[in-house]
């Protein structure tokens, strides 16, 4: 395992960015507690519906809010009153804001400082996203954009599978722009690829035939991929008419969580049960895909600095692109200014749509 600053990506533990924190389903009316950044946070679904996520521990004497259940909450029965909680040790109540607003035996003004951080939370298909800037400045991107999830004609996740618990989530992004590795570990032959830099957005194109069980090659799938900052992967993949969704969130500074999810279009005629059924089988096999990945992620040494051969992958643009995230946004154009046009790797025909897979 090793650190953001011995991937030399910037002055930050960890990038500016929105990241899945929890299934939606997961946050109900009792504390859920979460450990991300290298902080402790604790989630809760307000009477009001909205979702809230506030740092741990208490002001007054540092008690973990979501951590001592058997408090006999003599104030008021439950820690959530409306959109607030109780602490477990003394009651004190924390509203959404993260500021305290009631303590039970104080009448004066309430300190100021008796507040913990609030962080900004999304909620969007079945997932809460939290926004984590160390600038603490407002998103300047959004959540990648899945406008299928839920709708009418498409059999969408309900959450996100945890797949598995890895080292530094740049392990995981290289896998962006390593078009290598796509015939040997994943058993595709690759007919067509290139990256493209766009701002908070990554794309990877690509066209490849994919092994079949007889071991012959079948038809060629295109997939556009990509990141949107850097926890939220997408992948679209044309032919199959699926998206899947892939998410990476830093445990702390070396470490991270690896979740994914499919959904795809119901095809003409499939019952609904029936299309579940088979969207669970794509999002297995996008999974299984994954794990393949999740194996030499788990067991490999950092690669600190890649030794880049000429047809690799551009590795080195896709790291320069992720790093604007650990930096401040004063850096940004400048970062970004030294990506220009697309990227394939010496020896790879460049990514030309099949005609009827064009968008
Ligand atoms: S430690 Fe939280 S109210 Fe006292
Ligand atoms: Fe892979």
Request: aromatic share 12%; charged share 20%; hydrophobic share 35%.
């Amino acid at each position: 395992m090793a650190t953001s600053a011995e991937y030399r990506l910037g002055e930050y533990p960890f990038g500016r960015g929105w990241y899945a924190v929890a299934n939606a389903a997961e946050v109900g009316r009792e504390p859920f507690n979460v450990h991300y950044f290298g902080q402790d946070m604790v989630l809760y679904r307000g009477e009001s519906g909205r979702v809230v996520m506030l740092d741990a521990y208490c002001p007054h004497m540092g008690t973990h809010f979501g951590k001592a259940p058997h408090s006999s909450t003599s104030v008021s029965e439950t820690f959530l009153e409306g959109d607030s909680i109780r602490c477990p040790f003394h009651a004190w109540r924390f509203g959404p804001d993260g500021a305290c607003n009631h303590i039970p035996y104080h009448d004066g003004p309430i300190p100021p400082a008796a507040r913990v951080r609030s962080w900004r939370v999304e909620e969007r298909y079945g997932i809460v996203f939290c926004w984590h800037d160390p600038e603490g400045l407002e998103p300047d991107f959004d959540i990648a954009d899945f406008p299928e999830w839920g709708q009418l004609g498409w059999v969408s996740w309900a959450g996100l599978e945890h797949l598995c618990d890895l080292q530094h989530p740049i392990e995981i992004f290289d896998n962006m722009s390593d078009v290598r590795h796509l015939d040997h570990l994943h058993g595709t032959r690759v007919k067509g690829y290139e990256n493209e830099y766009d701002g908070p957005v990554m794309h990877q194109r690509e066209a490849a035939a994919i092994v079949e069980d007889n071991g012959q090659f079948g038809d060629t799938l295109t997939t556009l991929s990509g990141y949107v900052g850097p926890g939220i992967a997408f992948g679209h993949f044309l032919e199959l008419n699926a998206k899947e969704i892939i998410c990476a969130t830093p445990i702390d500074d070396g470490t991270s969580r690896l979740w994914q999810a499919a959904l795809m279009k119901v095809p003409a005629g499939m019952a609904p049960e029936q299309a579940e059924q088979v969207r669970r089988g794509f999002s297995d096999s996008f999974a299984s895909g994954l794990k393949r990945d999740g194996e030499v992620w788990a067991t490999k040494k950092p690669a600190l600095v890649p030794m880049q051969m000429p047809g690799d992958g551009p590795f080195r643009q896709s790291r320069t692109w992720y790093s604007q995230f650990f930096n401040p946004r004063t850096k940004t154009a400048e970062i970004l200014c030294r990506l220009r046009g697309i990227y394939t790797a010496k020896g790879m025909p460049p990514f030309t749509p099949m005609p009827e897979a064009a968008e």
